[in-house]
């Protein structure tokens, strides 16, 4: 079992930076893959991007590629979102979420509560 919290997200400019970071519970974190989602209003929660258990693969929705990079931490039990260039289409609730198998479309059955990412114009 992994217990997930998300942090870093806020209010940027179109254009700015954000850092978001998930910090996992538990010793079983370097067993899992994991992943970012995100969800806007009135739309459906959509992957954004995934990393394998040990970091070395990694794969991203056609939306974010060339902007954001997902990395984790094994040793801190982090997984992190660094997002760049960021457009107001990218506001939206982020989750990181955990799975047992990597992949955009893995089955991921543990989740965070969410951060909130507002990008203004």
């Known amino acids: 079992q992994v217990q997930l919290v998300e942090s870093g997200g806020g209010l940027v400019q179109a254009g700015g930076s954000l850092r978001l970071s998930c910090a996992a519970s538990g010793r079983t974190f370097s067993r899992y893959a994991m992943a970012w989602f995100r969800q806007a209003p009135g739309k459906e929660r959509e992957v954004v991007a995934a990393?394998?258990?040990?970091?070395?693969?990694?794969d991203y929705a056609d939306s974010v590629k060339g902007r954001f990079t997902i990395s984790r931490d094994n040793a801190e039990n982090t997984v992190y979102l660094q997002m760049n260039s960021l457009k107001p289409e990218d506001t939206a609730v982020y989750y990181c979420?955990?799975?047992?198998?990597?992949?955009?479309?893995?089955?991921?059955?543990?989740w965070g509560q969410g951060t909130q990412v507002t990008v203004s114009s």
């Open positions: 990393i394998s258990w040990h970091g070395g693969s990694t």
């Open positions: 979420a955990a799975a047992r198998s990597y992949g955009l479309r893995a089955d991921y059955n543990h």
